[in-house]
């Protein structure tokens, strides 16, 4: 049995969305500070951190559509200071099945996919080539755009864009009945050059539309260079109660 994890590692500085606060890790309390009799020490830190950051999981609550959010439900009537009464992250429970992994990137002949590509249906189903994509399955988008994390600027793609699902792509997950998608950049959907996140169309279409959970930011390219495609996906979120997203560390379990 072969583990792949699927997490970006998280640290001080790495790319993210400019509309999400910012990853801070600290030493709060060092060896030394205080010694135990006997001589033990322990040390501690702090996190302070967006639930949008690093690789993640968005919640429904995450996106409205005027002023609704997934099923009808008014944004308003379900938020607070204290997060939402409803489809927050805890609400979604723990994945455990079936994952499919869909390279884009390969299939063009190519390990990253240009800034500002889209996705198209005809990709997806050409990814698949003989592998049904099954009702309960996480189909995982891979556009080679992990190999880029390192790179800030380019990994963002604030001028000149980043490749990911556009609508046709996203109605074809949906049609099938997936029960969540993943991709290796900080929005998932195709972002087109110089466009920011002004505009997020599949957002809309899979959370508020049809209630599938986004994974962002994931580490895909070892899944892509093994050539695995079908595995069992483990995915749990941390269980922060009406938040809007979480921390996430998937694994793709391979027989």
């Known amino acids: 049995m072969k583990v792949f994890d699927l997490a970006q590692p ?97 299939l063009h002949g190519v390990p ?33 755009w992990s190999r880029l994390f390192e790179d800030k600027s380019g990994f963002v793609g604030a001028e000149g864009g980043v490749p990911g699902v556009g609508e046709e792509a996203a109605n074809w997950l949906v049609a099938r009945g997936v029960a969540v998608t993943g991709g290796e950049t900080i929005a998932y959907e195709r972002i087109a050059p110089g466009a920011g996140h002004a505009t997020l169309p599949v957002h809309r279409i899979l959370l508020v539309e049809a209630g599938i959970n986004i994974v962002e930011t ?3 390219a070892g899944l892509a260079d093994a050539g695995v495609k079908d595995f069992q996906l483990i995915l749990a979120p941390l269980k922060l109660v009406g938040a809007t997203g979480s921390p996430v560390r998937p694994l793709a379990v391979v027989p």
């Open 218 to 220: 994931m580490l895909l």
């Open 112 to 144: 990253v996919l240009p800034p500002g590509y889209e996705v198209t249906a005809s990709d997806l189903s050409a990814a698949a080539g003989d592998m049904e994509i099954r009702p309960g399955d996480a189909v995982l988008v891979g556009t080679g």
């Open 10 to 106: 998280m640290r001080r500085g790495m790319p993210q969305s400019p509309n999400h606060p910012a990853y801070t890790h600290a030493l709060v309390r060092r060896h030394g500070d205080q010694v135990r009799p006997g001589g033990g020490s322990a040390a501690n830190d702090i996190v302070v951190t967006g639930t949008h950051v690093g690789t993640h999981i968005d919640a429904l609550a995450h996106v409205s559509q005027d002023g609704l959010l997934h099923g009808g439900l008014r944004a308003a009537e379900v938020q607070s200071d204290a997060g939402f009464a409803r489809l927050g992250i805890d609400e979604f429970p723990p994945f455990v099945g079936r994952g499919v992994f869909l390279d884009v990137a390969a």
